[in-house]
């Protein structure tokens, strides 16, 4: 199975940061790689996929990067709606695989 | 507007079974590939399984934790998803939620979930 690895495991940040949360992949996966937030009590909500690609409706201070292995995804300036947790997942074979997760609390 | 909603959970104890259904609207739920993605209290995100289109096969993956014990199945006509989960352990105890898989391989839609509690 394919370990999907997140760096930090939480993070405090205030309003106005930038922010970066890393994703290592225990082989490569090209870029077959998305992030989610999720916020208490609700259903994860996708906002990147395939690395880099922004989804429909999710703002553009949100990005994504990286192949292969090493993988960011990016918040260029934290707003009071993005303390959540952060998943990544691989989608190039299965089992799909998680990372374990980033608390993003406010500092 | 895509929209899934999940129902049947519940408290079962240990050893026993439970179906959950997954109706799903507004998208071709004919031509989609779903997940099933679980949620311990507390936990991160953990793969279930997938089911195919029946275009595709219909083919089943599941998780290695719930093979043996879980089947996906699907009912086109119904635009419904079904997850039956049978010999249910403590560890199983999570809310399940179903999504849509797009071409590029993420989880694009997600329902509310339902809870499933396994204890005696």
């Known amino acids: 199975d394919i370990q999907m690895t997140q760096s930090p495991s939480s993070l405090s940040a205030s309003v106005g940061d930038r922010v970066t949360i890393t994703c290592r992949a225990s082989q490569s996966i090209s870029t077959y790689l998305n992030w989610y937030q999720q916020k208490p009590g609700e259903a994860p909500n996708l906002l990147i996929y395939?690395?880099?690609n922004l989804q429909s409706g999710v703002p553009s201070r949100f990005s994504g990067s990286g192949s292969g292995t090493d993988f960011t995804l990016t918040i260029s300036s934290l707003q009071p709606e993005d303390f959540a947790t952060y998943y990544c997942q691989q989608s190039y074979r299965t089992p799909y695989t998680f990372g374990q997760g980033t608390k993003l609390e406010i500092k | 507007e895509v929209q899934l909603v999940e129902s049947g959970g519940g408290l079962v104890k240990p050893g026993g079974s439970l179906r959950l259904s997954c109706a799903a609207s507004?998208?071709?739920?004919?031509?989609?590939?779903m997940n099933w993605v679980r949620q311990a209290p507390g936990k991160g995100l953990e793969w279930v399984g997938r089911?195919?289109?029946?275009?595709?096969?219909?083919?089943?993956d599941y998780a290695a934790p719930v093979k043996g014990r879980f089947t996906f199945s699907r009912d086109d006509s119904k635009n419904t998803l079904y997850l039956q989960m049978n010999s249910l352990q403590t560890e199983d105890t999570a809310v399940y939620y179903c999504s849509t898989m797009s071409d590029y391989g993420d989880f694009r839609n997600w329902g509310q979930g339902t809870l499933v509690t396994v204890s005696s």
């Open positions: 089911i195919k289109s029946k275009t595709d096969g219909g083919t089943t």
């Open positions: 395939t690395a880099s």
């Open positions: 507004g998208f071709i739920f004919n031509t989609a590939w």
